[in-house]
């Protein structure tokens, strides 16, 4: 099973992953990382989360297929796709687009700062 995990994360704890990979060789997982929510939220809109939701329950098909399942508009579902295929969550396949994981994680924490 192929998962990625979205998240938000500062650049010293994603040093510090790499660095635990490095030094012990142990895979840590796919991740799609933000440097805030706010990011995350304007790049994966609302829309965009439906869009990977669809491809990913019905497989790899053309954007006209796509568009006509989320009923939109095909320029838009098709300007929704390239920020995911940009950041990974969405690949060319020979029959159009696809989301390549079984799983996608997200988690986002909010807490204060003592």
Same mark, same amino acid.
């Given at each position: 099973?192929?998962?990625?995990?979205?998240?938000?994360?500062?650049?010293?704890?994603?040093?510090?992953?790499?660095?635990?990979?490095?030094?012990?060789?142990?895979?840590?997982?796919?991740?799609?990382?933000?440097?805030?929510?706010?990011?995350?939220?304007?790049?994966?809109?609302?829309?965009?989360?439906? $869009? %990977?939701?669809?491809?990913? @329950? /019905?497989?790899?098909?053309? *954007?006209? #297929? =796509?568009?006509? $399942? %989320?009923?939109?508009?095909? @320029? /838009?579902?098709?300007?929704? *796709?390239? #920020? =995911?295929?940009?950041?990974?969550?969405?690949?060319?396949?020979?029959?159009?687009?696809?989301?390549?994981?079984?799983?996608?994680?997200?988690?986002?924490?909010?807490?204060?700062?003592?």
């Amino acid at each position: 099973m192929r998962k990625v995990v979205i998240q938000v994360e500062n650049l010293e704890k994603g040093l510090n992953r790499f660095k635990t990979a490095w030094e012990t060789g142990e895979p840590q997982g796919e991740f799609v990382t933000f440097d805030s929510v706010e990011v995350l939220l304007k790049t994966i809109t609302t829309k965009r989360w439906e $869009l %990977l939701r669809v491809l990913q @329950k /019905n497989g790899p098909m053309g *954007i006209r #297929p =796509l568009a006509r $399942l %989320l009923g939109r508009d095909v @320029k /838009n579902v098709h300007s929704d *796709i390239q #920020p =995911l295929k940009e950041i990974g969550l969405i690949e060319d396949h020979e029959n159009g687009v696809w989301v390549p994981f079984d799983q996608i994680e997200s988690h986002i924490v909010l807490a204060s700062v003592a």
